[in-house]
C-alpha cells in the first residue's frame, strides 16, 4: 500500500518568515495530494490540493509543488504569522473509477514565533 | 454554515460502558469516513461507508463497529471502550469523483473512558 514520508516533525520560525514542508509518496498512482491544517482541538482543514496534472497550486501565501518523477510533494507558507501556528498533514490518495482513501503523512508542528 | 457536525464535542465514559459517537453533514456526500487520532498522530481510518456499503479497516478492533442509517448521519459505536480508546474520534465525509476525492472533517468528539 501508499506510504507517506513527512519532514519536519516540528518547525520553528520568526514571523514573516517562510515555512516548507516536504513529503514523499511510495505508489506512483498516486494522483491528488491534499494538505490540511489541524489547530488544537479542532478538526483537520483543508488548506491546498494538487492533482498530479499539475506541478504547482497557489493559493496567496500558500503554494505547493509537486514532483511526480522523484514522488515527493511540498507545502510552502510564505510571510508565515503567528496564525499559521499549527499541526500540518500531507495526504496522498490513488483517484480512479471507484474512490480512494487517504495515506496520512505523521505530521509537522508548525510554530511561528511573533 | 456547519458541513460537517459531530455530537457530542466531548464524551466520557466508563471502562466497558458502551458509547454512542455520531456524525451528521448538509453536503450530501456519498462517502463518510471515521478515524481515530490520538495525540501527536495522524488520523487512522476505521471504516468507511461508500452509500450503504460497509469497508472496514483490516486493524480495526471488532470493538468498533458503525451504522449509517440514511446519507445524512454515520454513528460510531463503541462496545466496550478501554482505557486505550481514548482519543479524538473524527469523522469525513466526501463526493465520490474518481480524481481524487476532497475529505471534509469535523470538529471531533473527544473520549475520555475513566
Known amino acids: 500500500g501508499e506510504n507517506v514520508e513527512q519532514h519536519p516533525s516540528t518547525l520553528s520560525v520568526q514571523e514573516g518568515d517562510s515555512a516548507v514542508i516536504k513529503c514523499t509518496y511510495s505508489?506512483?498512482?498516486?494522483?491528488?495530494f491534499p494538505w490540511y491544517k489541524q489547530e488544537l482541538g479542532k478538526g483537520p482543514q483543508l488548506i491546498i490540493d494538487?492533482?498530479?496534472?499539475?506541478g504547482e497550486k497557489k493559493d496567496q501565501r500558500i503554494a505547493v509543488t509537486l514532483n511526480k518523477t522523484a514522488k515527493h510533494f511540498s507545502l510552502h507558507i510564505t510571510e508565515t504569522q503567528p496564525e499559521d501556528s499549527a499541526v500540518y498533514f500531507c495526504a496522498a490518495s490513488i483517484g480512479n473509477s471507484g474512490y480512494s482513501t487517504l495515506t496520512f503523512g505523521k505530521g509537522t508542528m508548525l510554530l511561528v514565533s511573533p | 454554515d456547519a458541513m460537517v457536525i459531530q455530537n457530542p464535542r466531548y464524551q466520557v465514559t466508563q471502562f466497558g460502558k458502551p458509547v454512542t459517537l455520531s456524525c451528521s453533514q448538509t453536503l450530501n456526500h456519498n462517502v463518510m469516513y471515521w478515524y481515530q487520532q490520538k495525540s501527536s498522530q495522524a488520523p487512522k481510518l476505521l471504516f468507511h461507508?461508500?452509500?450503504?456499503?460497509?469497508?472496514n479497516e483490516a486493524d480495526t478492533p471488532d470493538n468498533f463497529q458503525s451504522r449509517r442509517p440514511n446519507t445524512s448521519f454515520c454513528f460510531l459505536d463503541i462496545r466496550s471502550p478501554g482505557l486505550g480508546d481514548a482519543a479524538m474520534y473524527l469523522c469525513a465525509t466526501s463526493r465520490v469523483t474518481g480524481l481524487g476525492e476532497t475529505q471534509y472533517f469535523g470538529p471531533g468528539t473527544r473520549l475520555l473512558v475513566l
Open positions: 494538487i492533482r498530479s496534472n499539475v
Open positions: 505508489d506512483s498512482a498516486s494522483n491528488y
Open positions: 461507508y461508500y452509500d450503504k456499503d460497509f469497508n
